[in-house]
């Protein structure tokens, strides 16, 4: 009950704010989404827009922060929060939440306009269902791939065009600027193997894990399981069998540490199958990645109609290896012979950021642009913010 009392005080605290204060509306779900907005919101902010934060997570670090320019109110996950936004009353409110209008959260009978941030390379059509997208006005592309997919689904079913912003990849912008060098590799017990595969039931831990990491601690590698967080809460048994077998080994560790960076800068190759964390560490730590080629991680079953191939089936080839899961025999060939050659490595990700991902090293900037190019559009609606 208290829960429920604190959320729904919160949300009338939101909708008391002067119309200004919720000019620029950023939503958050959960207190992960923080390092998304944050260098945003600082963007925002130190040009002097008032910013109201909303989260659903009571832990959210948006709630601390010691900034003028930012209000911040926790608004749950329950029954204030849906209220709260079927009578939104904003300018702009920006999200990074797939199916938007599809689930419980609903456009507001209030003229507001709803922009959606990429923080993946993913591409639109595959990982997610094939509308999750559709009920935004606005999007914050990361590449080239996604404004095209998204323009080819309006042209498909003849939908509004959207307003699309080219904005980028800002985690990949951090990964670039704090990445290290891992230590040295003269033989193979030096080479560190980061296993981390994306969840569901048709992935490595399920589908092959066990022998995987036989084959790697039988090559002579160190291995650092690190599973998706949410492997842990579907299919535990997949992590425990491993963790089991191999817990007292030297050379083998069980990472579930959400946050932890140290095994992605000093692992020397990661194994992975259609996570799209692969992607930030081969082009963003400019390591080599091993794909393991299991079935697609589609939530969808139309996205062969758009005609366009997946940014994260085209780019496998291009930081790494493929191996068929009945060949994990050559995984330990394969690694050696990626790690061969780093300098032409780095080369081919440079080239391939280069070509893929829009504003590297400016896409806060880019961001804050839109959103405040957004905000004036909703300052000209001649119908203005209604009151419910």
Same mark, same amino acid.
Request: glycine fraction near 6%; aromatic fraction near 10%.
């Given at each position: ?14 909708? +008391? ?20 907005? +944050? ?29 003028? *320019? ?55 059509h595959m990982a997610d ?17 996604? !404004? ?7 042209? !498909? =079913? ?98 579930? *540490? ?24 081969? !082009? ?43 060949? =994990? ?7 050696? *012979? ?5 300098? +032409? ?24 642009? +839109?959103?405040?190019? =957004?905000?004036c559009q909703a300052d ?9």
């Amino acid at each position: 009950m208290f829960g429920f009392i604190h959320d729904w005080r919160a949300s009338r605290a939101f909708k +008391a704010l002067p119309s200004d204060w919720r000019r620029i509306v950023i939503y958050s779900e959960s207190g992960q989404d923080w390092h998304h907005f +944050a260098s945003v919101i600082d963007r925002l902010t130190a040009r002097g827009e008032k910013v109201c934060y909303l989260t659903s997570d009571p832990n959210d670090t948006g709630l601390r922060q010691d900034n003028q *320019q930012l209000k911040s109110f926790c608004i749950g996950n329950g029954i204030s929060r849906t209220v709260c936004f079927q009578f939104m009353e904003a300018g702009v409110v920006l999200m990074t939440m797939v199916d938007f209008n599809n689930l419980q959260l609903k456009r507001s009978i209030n003229p507001v306009s709803y922009a959606f941030m990429f923080h993946s390379l993913i591409s639109v059509h595959m990982a997610d269902h094939e509308d999750s997208y559709d009920h935004y006005d606005a999007v914050l592309c990361a590449g080239p791939h996604q !404004m095209r997919e998204l323009r080819k689904r309006e042209d !498909m =079913l003849d939908q509004p065009a959207k307003q699309l912003f080219e904005h980028g990849y800002e985690r990949l912008e951090s990964l670039i600027k704090e990445r290290r060098e891992p230590p040295p590799w003269h033989s193979d017990a030096d080479i560190h193997v980061l296993l981390a595969p994306s969840w569901g039931e048709q992935t490595i831990l399920n589908v092959c894990g066990s022998e995987l990491v036989d084959e790697l601690i039988n090559a002579g590698f160190r291995v650092t399981l690190r599973p998706h967080y949410q492997t842990r809460w579907n299919t535990p048994d997949a992590i425990d069998r491993i963790a089991r077998k191999y817990q007292s080994h030297p050379r083998f560790a069980l990472m579930e *540490q959400m946050g932890e960076s140290d095994s992605l800068f000093d692992s020397h190759v990661m194994i992975t199958d259609w996570s799209g964390a692969g992607m930030d560490y081969g !082009m963003g730590l400019e390591k080599p990645v091993l794909y393991i080629d299991l079935p697609p991680k589609a939530r969808n079953d139309w996205w062969p109609e758009l005609g366009i191939e997946p940014f994260e089936i085209y780019v496998r080839d291009k930081i790494g290896a493929i191996v068929a899961p009945d060949q =994990l025999h050559a995984v330990p060939d394969s690694i050696r *012979q990626m790690l061969r050659e780093p300098e +032409a490595f780095r080369t081919r990700v440079a080239e391939l950021r280069e070509r893929w991902v829009y504003n590297l090293g400016h896409s806060a900037d880019a961001a804050a642009d +839109a959103i405040t190019e =957004l905000a004036c559009q909703a300052d000209e609606r001649p119908q203005g913010i209604v009151k419910s």
